[in-house]
């Protein structure tokens, strides 16, 4: 089965560093990748995603994740973070052409950002 | 009007009663989604409709009843709930077609806090 792996379930940082949310995950097939984010009492709202093409893909909000095949691997970056940005950020993949579930996303557990002053 | 729209956004309940949730999506899309989301656990898909027929029933208790009478409302009935389903209800909708599309992009509400005492 899929599985998706948020290795940091916490990440703290002061305004203005750069973030890295890491994102692995498990398939032997292609697969299609997003990064969400929930903003607190708010549903999920899409980053950015990798369908093909370039493997490094921009987002909204300054965000942008690098597809890496080999590694199995969607880690999500953004140079200088806002306190703005402090929410849960949800990274979910689907496998192409698995059988004929319309729209199947599996997430990850999420990973807490907190950016402090 | 917002995309995808949930009532109530807070509702307790006891184990005996019956309660509804409510979700509408203001996007023209073709596919809906109810997600469950835990403290702790990755979202778990529920149920997904496309064109109004159900497209997929995740191992949902029966205690758990979606119902989608057009393609802009879905509803998630529920009776004598146990307090492990004390969660967050979030909905979904995408363009989806028939045939399915793994690249649409899923759009959610803010949820429905649900707890069962």
């Known amino acids: 089965a899929q599985s998706v792996t948020q290795l940091d379930s916490q990440v703290p940082v002061f305004e203005e560093a750069p973030v890295e949310l890491r994102c692995n995950y498990s398939s032997s097939v292609s697969v299609y990748l997003f990064w969400y984010v929930q903003y607190p009492n708010q549903g999920l709202q899409l980053l950015l995603k990798y369908l093909s093409g370039s493997t490094l893909v921009k987002g909204i909000n300054g965000f942008e994740a690098e597809f890496n095949k080999s590694q199995t691997s969607f880690h999500l970056r953004k140079p200088s973070v806002h306190i703005s940005d402090t929410a849960e950020y949800f990274c979910?993949?689907?496998?192409?052409?698995?059988?004929?579930?319309?729209?199947?996303?599996?997430f990850g557990r999420g990973t807490q950002l907190t950016v402090w002053p | 009007e917002t995309g995808v729209t949930q009532t109530p956004r807070h509702l307790v309940m006891g184990m005996t009663n019956k309660k509804s949730l409510k979700c509408e999506q203001h996007?023209?899309?073709?596919?809906m989604y109810w997600y469950k989301q835990s403290a702790k656990k990755p979202l778990e898909l529920m149920f997904v409709?496309?064109?109004?027929?159900?497209?997929e029933n995740n191992s949902v208790p029966s205690r758990f009843s979606p119902e989608c009478p057009n393609s802009s409302h879905l509803f998630l009935h529920l009776h004598t709930l146990q307090p492990e389903d004390s969660a967050l209800y979030l909905c979904?909708?995408?363009?989806?077609?028939?045939?399915?599309?793994?690249?649409?992009?899923?759009?959610f509400g803010p949820g429905t806090r649900l707890t069962v005492l």
């Open positions: 979910a993949v689907s496998e192409i052409g698995r059988g004929s579930t319309l729209g199947r996303l599996y």
């Open positions: 996007l023209g899309h073709n596919a």
């Open positions: 409709y496309s064109l109004e027929e159900r497209v």
């Open positions: 979904a909708s995408s363009q989806g077609t028939v045939a399915g599309t793994l690249t649409d992009t899923q759009y």
